[in-house]
């Protein structure tokens, strides 16, 4: 069994408002597995509120408004292909730095009020779709491209419980 590497941590999140990390974390890895990610990986995430995201988005994207999640890859992955990226592998840890994400848990619990589901099934989704941002997946291009994204949230998601 290949083991990743996923760091999370929350700041600036009151503690009615707090992601679950061991679902966060369940759901990076069972992404990165159903993805057929044959090398062990390296994920940072981030959770924080929209002010915190507010400040990031603008600083990255040069958007100034709280988004829901945001990804940073580290490595372009020619899709799927993983393994030609063995190169990435840090030297001293043997991972592969995927990237951060960052989720505001303001924005997931306001979302899931709107869209008439759970925080922990807002958390799952944002958390698979990131995922597969880091891995190379885009859904704002050629229709194809957000067509297979979005059957690959809908297979890691049913893998999760969350269909």
Known sequence: MIR?????????VGA????SIPLIKRCIGTALRCEDVGLPCEVSV??????????????FRGIDRPTDVLSFPMQEFPLPGW??????AD???????????????????????????TRE??????????????LGY?????????????????AIMEELGFG
């Not at 990743?4 to 600036?12: D, E």
């Not at 099934?121 to 880091?134: A, D, I, P």
């Open 4 to 12: 990743h590497r996923i760091y999370a941590r929350q700041s600036g």
């Open 16 to 19: 009615a408002c707090k992601l």
């Open 46 to 59: 981030l959770i924080t509120g929209d002010q915190g995201i507010r400040k990031i988005n603008r600083e």
């Open 83 to 88: 393994e030609a990226c063995r190169h990435a």
């Open 91 to 117: 030297p001293e840890t043997g991972l592969v730095p995927l990237g951060e994400i960052v989720l505001s848990a303001e924005s997931v619990g306001r979302q899931a009020n709107e869209n008439c589901q």
């Open 121 to 134: 099934r807002e958390t799952v989704y944002l958390t698979v779709h990131s995922v597969l941002h880091l």
């Open 138 to 154: 885009d859904h704002t291009g050629e229709a194809d491209d957000k067509k297979m994204m979005r059957a690959r949230e809908r």
